[in-house]
């Protein structure tokens, strides 16, 4: 029933999301509206993430329970986000499941490298003809940042199954990743901070 619940929530979140994002879009039905990311990330009160981008926390779970891990986290939580050009989300690694769901903008690369090794990408956009898709999930253990190669930004929401904590997640440098991922030292040098931002 608890996971049924959840369920029922995260829909109903990512329904109301899509409306809120397409009402504004849509404000002027005959021509076709392109939103800056000012303009988003003025009407959504979006500020600056330690990864990159911009983010506002959404909603969190009132259901409090014990995680995998033992320890207590709530049911789920949930984010918009928005990765620039400029400012890609970084690689990171969270302990959670991590869904992320296109709303408005450019497509967007999620770069992940999974918990056997393996490095992969996957197009986050509006156009399925070609090859891209509406959301993906970054499994918890998976290191995972994200990228706008080709435009200006992508606004996205993010749901975390548990719920985020700050416990949970950490920011991954490139000498550590370099250290066991020689081989795709390129992409964390493109995507991992050589030192974290003051």
């Known amino acids: 029933m608890a996971v049924i619940v959840q369920a029922a ?7 109301l999301s899509l409306i809120y994002v397409g009402d504004v879009m849509a404000e002027e039905s005959t ?7 000012e303009f988003w990330i003025k009407k959504l009160g979006l500020a600056p993430h330690p990864e990159g981008g911009y983010f506002r926390y959404e909603f969190g ?8 891990s033992g320890a207590e986290r709530k049911d789920y939580s949930g984010i918009y986000f928005m990765v620039t050009h400029d400012s890609p989300s970084h ?6 499941d991590e869904i992320w769901y296109y709303h408005a903008g450019d497509v967007l690369t999620m770069h992940a490298i999974d918990e056997a090794g393996k490095y992969r990408t996957v197009r986050i956009g509006p156009n399925p003809d070609r090859g891209e898709v509406l959301s993906v999930v970054m499994h918890g253990g998976w290191i995972f940042g994200a990228s706008v190669d080709s435009g200006d930004y992508t606004l996205v929401s993010c749901t975390v199954v ?8 950490r920011i991954l ?7 066991k991922y020689p081989e795709y030292r390129n ?3 493109k995507m991992a901070y050589k030192n974290f931002p003051k």
């Open 31 to 37: 021509h076709k509206i392109e939103k800056s990311k």
């Open 61 to 68: 779970s009132d259901v409090v329970r014990k995680a995998a």
């Open 187 to 189: 992409i964390i040098l």
């Open 173 to 179: 440098m490139q000498s550590e990743l370099l250290e």
């Open 91 to 96: 690689f990171h690694q969270m302990k959670s």
């Open 9 to 15: 929530v995260i829909s109903t979140f990512i329904a």
């Open 162 to 169: 548990p719920g985020f904590d700050e416990a949970d997640y």
